[in-house]
C-alpha cells in the first residue's frame, strides 16, 4: 500500500517534471537519502580541529597535513581524483605576505602625538604590493564616508579630491544601512559595503592608504575578528600589478580612534556619520596626520585545492559541485588564555566534513551527472580558493548545473528551518525551498543581510561568472526555544569564538540537526544530478546575462 506521503511526494515530482523543473528520468527517482554516519563526520571534525592540524593555515605544515587527509577520505570513498595531471590537487599560485617583527604605528591627531599598538587602536595587513617594506611619515588623513563611488546609484563620496599622497579613512558598510538618501538596498549590503570594495576603491583613487573605522553592528563582527583576521598571514592571487588592486597600507581602526580623528577636526563622529549617509557628502581633511614603518616578506607560493569526482553515468560531461572551505587562521595571536591555534572546528572544519560525508554518499548512488566535491583554500584570505578555480576550472563552468557551498552548515540544535547565505533569487533557491518543505523545514530569509553574506562564501566566486550557486545555512529557529534561541546562540558564537582560538571541536555538541542538514544537503544535489535541467538566476538578477551568454554550450 503506498502511504499519503508518498502518494504526494510521487505527484509533487510528477508536476513538477509537467512544469519543467525536472527532467521524466528524475522524477522517476524518488529514493530516500542515505543514511549519514553523525559519529563519522564527528570524528572528521575533530581530527581536521585538532591542535595537531595547526589551524589548517595554506602554505604551512599543517596544509599538507591537510590537503593528504582530505584525499585519503575521498580515496577511501571511492572518488576518482579530478585535480591536475591525474591527482586529487589543483594548484593555487598565492602571494604570500607577512610583517615581518612589529610595526611601529602613530598617528598625530591634533597637535599631540598617539603612538598606536597593532591589534589595539589599529589592526594592519602585511602589504599585499609585492614591497618589502612599509615606511611613511606625516601622511594626511581624509575622511571620506563610505568611500563609495557608484555612478548608476548617482552616488560619488570622494567629490573629486585628491588622494595621492593621503590614507583614506572610511565607514564600513553602505551608505543607508542606517537610513540614507542612497539606493544599496537597505539592511541588504551591496558588494559596496565590503571592505574588500573599499581597499579596492582606494587603489583605484590612488591613496597611500586605507583604514576602515570597526563598529561592531554594520561590520557584524566584534574588533577581535578583525584582529585576528587582518594581523595574520595575508595572501592574495598572483596579479601583474598589485598595486593596482591595493595600497601600501591597509587595516581598521577602532571607532573610538576615530572619533578622535574627527573631533580634533571640530566634528562629532555621529555627525560626520549622518552627513555621509547624504549625496551632498563632502571629504573631510582631518587635523591629523599618520606614521608607519614595518618590514614586510612577500613570497609567491603554491597553495592546493582538493578535487573529487564522482563520475556521471549518463551526462558525464555535465557537473553538479559541492565545495567548501578547508582552510582557517593558523596559527596567531595568543588569546587571553595565551591559546595560538585558531582550530577553526566550526569554521570550517564542519563544512568540509559535511563535504566528505555527501562524498561518500554519492559514490555509492551513481548519479546521472558527474559530482565534484571541491575543498578549496585560502577562503579566510579573500575566497581566494574558489577564485582561482572560478579563473581554472577543473570541470567547464556552461555545463556546470549549479553550486553548493557549506560554510558552517550545522546548527547547534535541531532547526524547523533552513537559509542561503545573503540575498539571491534563483532556481537552486526555489528547489532548495521545495525540497525543505518536503522534510517539514522552511525557508527563512537571511536574518543578517546587512552582514553581507553572500560576498563572503566561496559561491561568491562562481556566481559572479553566472553559475547558479548558494552557500547553505542551516536555519537559527530552534524546535526547542524558538528563533530568539537560536539567534542567542548565533550571537554567542559570533562573540566567543568566530576567527577565534576558542573554536574548537567539543564532544558535548547537539548534532541533532546535522542529520536533517545532510538529507537536505543531499536532496538538493541529487536532484539535479539526477535530471538534466539548467538552474538559472532569476530575470533582474545581475548574474543572469553571464549565464545565458554560455547557453550555447548546454545541450
Known amino acids: 500500500m503506498i502511504s499519503p506521503t508518498s502518494r504526494f511526494a510521487r505527484k509533487t515530482l510528477r508536476a513538477l517534471a509537467l512544469g519543467g523543473l525536472l527532467s521524466a528520468s528524475a522524477a522517476a527517482i524518488a529514493a530516500p537519502a542515505p543514511k549519514f554516519d553523525i559519529a563519522r563526520v564527528s570524528n572528521d571534525i575533530k581530527t581536521l580541529a585538532s591542535d595537531e592540524f595547526e589551524g589548517r593555515g595554506p602554505a604551512t605544515p599543517a596544509e599538507k597535513k591537510t590537503i593528504d587527509y582530505l584525499a585519503a577520505q575521498m580515496k577511501a570513498a571511492g572518488l576518482q581524483p579530478a585535480g591536475e595531471k591525474g591527482s586529487w590537487f589543483q594548484d593555487v599560485p598565492l602571494r604570500m605576505s607577512n610583517i615581518v617583527g612589529t610595526p611601529t604605528l602613530s598617528m598625530t591627531i591634533g597637535t599631540a602625538a598617539a603612538p598606536l599598538s597593532q591589534g589595539e587602536q589599529i589592526a594592519v595587513r602585511a602589504a599585499e604590493t609585492g614591497q618589502t617594506a612599509v615606511d611613511f611619515k606625516d601622511l594626511p588623513l581624509v575622511f571620506v564616508g563610505y568611500g563609495v563611488k557608484a555612478p548608476e546609484r548617482g552616488w560619488d563620496d570622494f567629490k573629486g579630491v585628491d588622494l595621492k599622497g593621503k590614507i583614506m579613512v572610511v565607514l564600513v558598510n553602505d551608505p543607508d544601512f542606517e537610513g540614507g538618501e542612497g539606493d544599496f538596498g537597505g539592511k541588504l549590503m551591496t558588494y559596496y559595503g565590503r571592505w574588500t570594495y573599499k581597499y579596492e576603491e582606494a587603489a583605484r583613487q590612488g591613496a597611500a592608504g586605507v583604514l576602515v573605522v570597526h563598529e561592531s553592528e554594520p561590520a557584524s563582527y566584534g574588533w577581535a575578528t578583525v584582529k585576528n583576521s587582518n594581523t595574520n598571514t595575508m595572501f592574495d592571487i598572483v596579479r ?18 576615530a572619533a578622535q580623528l574627527l573631533k ?32 614586510v616578506k612577500s613570497e609567491i607560493i603554491t597553495s592546493h ?28 595571536l595568543p588569546d587571553a588564555k595565551g591559546d595560538r591555534i585558531y582550530n577553526g572546528a566550526l569554521d570550517n572544519a564542519s563544512g568540509t566534513a559535511a563535504l566528505l560525508e555527501l562524498a561518500r554518499a554519492y559514490a555509492k548512488a551513481k548519479p546521472e551527472r558527474s559530482v565534484l566535491f571541491l575543498a578549496v583554500t585560502a577562503e579566510e584570505k579573500g575566497l581566494l580558493g574558489s577564485e582561482f578555480y572560478a579563473d581554472n576550472p577543473l570541470r567547464p563552468l556552461a555545463t556546470t548545473a549549479g553550486v553548493i557551498n557549506m560554510d558552517g552548515p550545522f546548527a547547534p540544535e535541531k532547526t524547523l528551518d533552513f537559509s542561503i547565505s545573503g540575498a539571491a533569487k534563483l532556481d537552486l533557491l526555489t528547489l532548495l525551498t521545495e525540497e525543505g518543505g518536503k522534510l517539514g523545514r522552511h525557508y527563512t530569509p537571511d536574518a543578517r543581510p546587512e552582514a553581507g ?29 524558538g528563533a530568539a534561541r537560536g539567534k542567542e546562540l548565533a550571537d554567542i558564537y559570533t562573540r566567543d569564538r568566530y576567527h577565534q582560538p576558542a573554536d574548537e571541536y567539543d564532544a558535548t555538541w547537539n548534532t541533532s540537526s546535522w542529520t536533517g542538514d545532510l538529507t537536505l544537503l543531499y536532496n538538493l544535489g541529487n536532484r539535479i544530478a539526477n535530471s538534466h535541467i539548467w538552474p538559472n538566476w532569476s530575470q533582474d538578477s545581475e548574474f543572469r546575462a553571464t549565464r545565458d551568454a554560455s547557453a550555447a554550450s548546454r545541450k
Open 305 to 332: 585545492n582538493v578535487a573529487g569526482l564522482v563520475r556521471g553515468s549518463k551526462y558525464p560531461d555535465e557537473t553538479v559541485i559541492y565545495s567548501a572551505h578547508w582552510d582557517h587562521l593558523g596559527i596567531g
Open 453 to 481: 553574506s553572500f560576498y563572503r562564501s566561496d559561491h561568491f566566486p562562481m556566481a559572479k561568472r553566472g553559475v547558479p550557486a548558494i552557500s547553505y545555512d542551516s536555519g537559527s529557529e530552534l524546535v526547542n526555544g
Open 240 to 257: 601583474a600589478d598589485p598595486k593596482a588592486a591595493h595600497t601600501q597600507m591597509e587595516g581598521w581602526i577602532q571607532k573610538d580612534l
Open 264 to 295: 580634533a577636526s571640530g566634528i562629532d563622529f555621529e555627525a560626520a556619520k549622518a552627513a555621509a549617509r547624504k549625496k551632498d557628502f563632502q571629504p573631510i581633511p582631518l587635523k591629523a596626520t599618520m606614521s608607519a614603518n614595518y618590514g
